[in-house]
C-alpha cells in the first residue's frame, strides 16, 4: 500500500520535475545557427579548397610527389635562355613556363600534404568549402594561366631549342669521333653511339 | 445563433448545415496553426528553431506549404489493402472527432445542438473513432498497422473509463448533462468554476481527466498505438496524401475536442474568468477557445516532455490508479453533498 502511493507520489512529482526542465529550454537561445545566412568561424587552419597562386609556382612538381590520391597533375615546359618569367615572392627566378597545373578536387583528400614541400609557399588550404557542382568534370581546376596559343608557342619554341642543343650534341660527339679515329687505335671500338636525339624531358 | 440564421435563411436545412460548418471554419485553421505550434514548440524545448524558412518570418506558412503538398499528393491504396474500407476509414475516424463538437458550447450564443444529454452524447459518439482507427488498421493488410489499431483500441476502451467517471463528478454536482447549462452554472469570478468546488476532489477528477484524455486522443506519453520506433506510424502507416492529413486533422480536432469539455467541465468554458467583466458572446468564443487553446499547448508541453508508456504500464495506469481514484473522487462527492 505504502508503495502504491509512493509510487504516485513519485510519478506525479517527477513529472512536474520533467516538465520544469522542458519549459526553462523552452526559453533558452536555440544552439541552431540559420547556416547559410550565419556561418560558424572556421578554425584558423582549417582545410578546404586548394588555392595555387600560379605567380609564385616555379613548376617543381613537390606538391604533385606528395599528393597521396594523385589529384595534382602538372606539365611544365622550358624556357629559352632569352626568356624572362620573372621571379617569385620569395626571390626565386623561374625557369618553366607552367603549361598545364590541374587540381582534381573531388579526388582531394585535404590532407594538407601538397602544402609543406612547396618552396615558394604558392599551394594553399583555403577557408572555401562550398563549391558543389552539377558536373564531376567541373570539379578539374585549371590552375594554369598560359592560354592555349601561348602553351603552343612555348612548346614549339623549346622543341626548336632540344633540336638545336641535339643537333648541336651530335655534331660535337661528331667531332669528337673523328678526333678518336685520327688517333692511334683504341684497344676496342667505342660502345656508344650518340643518339639521333636525347630522349624527351617530361619532368626536369 | 441559430436563430439569427433563421431570420436570414427561412430554411431549414440552410440552417442545420451552416451550424454544422461553422465548427470546421475554427477546426481547420486551429489545426494549421497547431501543427506549427507543435513543430515550433519541440523544437525550441530542444534548443532548435524548427521551422524557418517558409513564408518569411520565422517559418510561418510551413503548414499551408505541407497542406498544399499533400493535397498534390498520389493517393496509393495498397494492392492488397480492402479497398472498401481503407478509403472509409479516415473519413469514419474523422467525423467521429467533429461529431463530438456538434453538443460543445463554443460561447453563450453559439453550440450546435442544445440537446439536453449533450455530454453522454460527446463521449459515446467519440467512441466511433475507434471503430475508424481498427478499420484503418485492419484494412491497410500491413501487421504494424493492424497492431496500432489493436493497441489504439485496446488503450481507448479502457481509458474511457477513467474519462466518463472524472466526467460524471462533475455531472453529480452540475445535476444535469446539459453542457450549456452547466456552463451556465459556472459563471462568476473563476473560484466559481467546478474545479476549485468541493476542493479538492473535483480537481483530482480533473487531472484524472486530463491524464485519460491524452490516452484517448494517442498522444505521448500515451502513444504507444503510433510508436514511431516499433510500428512505423502505427494505423496510418500505409495511408498517403489527402487521407493521411485527414487523419492527422482529425487528431488535432479530438486534441481540441478533448480540451473544450475539460474547459467546459471544470474551468467554467465560456464563461470570463472576472466575473462580469469582458464576458458576452464574443468575449465568451474568445475566452472559450484560449482555455481549450491552453490544454492544446499543455498537451504538447507533456509530449515533449515524456517518454512513452510500456504497454502493461499504460494498463496500470488505467486500471490500477485512475479508475479506483475516480470512484474515490465520486464517492467523496457524493458524500459532501449528502451531509
Redesign the interface.
Known amino acids: 500500500m505504502k508503495e502504491?502511493f509512493g509510487n504516485?507520489f513519485r510519478s506525479v512529482w517527477t513529472?512536474l520535475i520533467?516538465?520544469k526542465?522542458?519549459?526553462s529550454?523552452?526559453?533558452?537561445?536555440?544552439?541552431?545557427i540559420?547556416y547559410p545566412d550565419v556561418r560558424l568561424k572556421l578554425p584558423e587552419r582549417a582545410r578546404n579548397r586548394l588555392y595555387v597562386n600560379m605567380d609564385d609556382c616555379i613548376g617543381c612538381f613537390q606538391c604533385d610527389m606528395a599528393c597521396p590520391v594523385d589529384c595534382i597533375s602538372i606539365e611544365t615546359v622550358k624556357s629559352l635562355p632569352t626568356d624572362d618569367l620573372g621571379t617569385t615572392s620569395t626571390g626565386q627566378k623561374k625557369k618553366l613556363w607552367v603549361t598545364k597545373f590541374d587540381i582534381d578536387i573531388a579526388k582531394c583528400c585535404y590532407c594538407g600534404l601538397c602544402v609543406y614541400p612547396c618552396p615558394t609557399e604558392c599551394i594553399k588550404m583555403t577557408d572555401v568549402y562550398e563549391f558543389s557542382e552539377y558536373d564531376r568534370k567541373n570539379l578539374i581546376y585549371n590552375y594554369a594561366t598560359l592560354t592555349p596559343a601561348e602553351v603552343a608557342d612555348v612548346k614549339a619554341k623549346a622543341a626548336e631549342m632540344e633540336k638545336e642543343a641535339a643537333a648541336k650534341k651530335a655534331a660535337a660527339a661528331a667531332a669528337a669521333a673523328q678526333a678518336k679515329a685520327a688517333a692511334p687505335a683504341p684497344p676496342a671500338a667505342p660502345k656508344d653511339q650518340p643518339p639521333a636525339s636525347p630522349p624527351a624531358q617530361p619532368h626536369p | 445563433m441559430e436563430e439569427l440564421l433563421r431570420r436570414i435563411v427561412d430554411n431549414n436545412l440552410i440552417v442545420w448545415f451552416v451550424m454544422a460548418l461553422l465548427p470546421l471554419v475554427w477546426i481547420v485553421p486551429y489545426a494549421l496553426v497547431a501543427v506549427y505550434l507543435e513543430r515550433k514548440v519541440s523544437a525550441h524545448m530542444q534548443d532548435r528553431l524548427g521551422p524557418m524558412r517558409t513564408g518569411g518570418w520565422h517559418g510561418w506558412a510551413q503548414t499551408i506549404a505541407d497542406i498544399l503538398k499533400l493535397i498534390q499528393k498520389e493517393d496509393i491504396v495498397p494492392a492488397a489493402a480492402d479497398r472498401k474500407l481503407h478509403l472509409l476509414a479516415p473519413f469514419v475516424v474523422f467525423i467521429g472527432s467533429y461529431a463530438a463538437f456538434a453538443a460543445i458550447p463554443f460561447s453563450s450564443a453559439f453550440v450546435g445542438s442544445t440537446v439536453s444529454i449533450g455530454l453522454f452524447y460527446v463521449i459515446s459518439v467519440s467512441s466511433i473513432v475507434v471503430v475508424g482507427l481498427l478499420m484503418a488498421g485492419w484494412s491497410s493488410n500491413n501487421k504494424w498497422s493492424l497492431f496500432g489499431a489493436m493497441r489504439s483500441a485496446a488503450q481507448i476502451v479502457s481509458y474511457e473509463i477513467p474519462t466518463a467517471l472524472a466526467l460524471l463528478a462533475v455531472v453529480m454536482i452540475a445535476g444535469t448533462l446539459n453542457l450549456q447549462t452547466i456552463n451556465e452554472q459556472q459563471a462568476g469570478w473563476f473560484w466559481h468554476w467546478y474545479m476549485f468546488r468541493k476542493f479538492p476532489f473535483v480537481f483530482v477528477a480533473f487531472i484524472i481527466y486530463f491524464v485519460a484524455s491524452l490516452a484517448e486522443t494517442n498522444r505521448t506519453p500515451f502513444d504507444i498505438p503510433e510508436a514511431e520506433s516499433e510500428l512505423v506510424a502505427g494505423y496510418h502507416t500505409e495511408y498517403s496524401g489527402m487521407k493521411f492529413a485527414l487523419f492527422f486533422l482529425a487528431e488535432y480536432a479530438n486534441m481540441f475536442a478533448v480540451s473544450a469539455i475539460a474547459a467546459t467541465l471544470f474551468l467554467g468554458g465560456w464563461n470570463s474568468p472576472f466575473g462580469d467583466v469582458l464576458a458576452g458572446p464574443v468575449w465568451g468564443l474568445f475566452w472559450f477557445l484560449s482555455k481549450g487553446m491552453f490544454f492544446v499547448v499543455i498537451q504538447m508541453w507533456l509530449r515533449w516532455t515524456l517518454p512513452r508508456l510500456r504497454v502493461d504500464q499504460l494498463m496500470y495506469v488505467s486500471w490500477k490508479v485512475l479508475t479506483p481514484w475516480a470512484f474515490a473522487c465520486i464517492v467523496a462527492i457524493g458524500a459532501w453533498m449528502m451531509f
Open positions: 502504491y504516485i513529472v520533467g516538465m526542465v522542458t519549459a529550454h523552452l526559453f533558452t537561445p536555440a544552439v541552431t540559420q
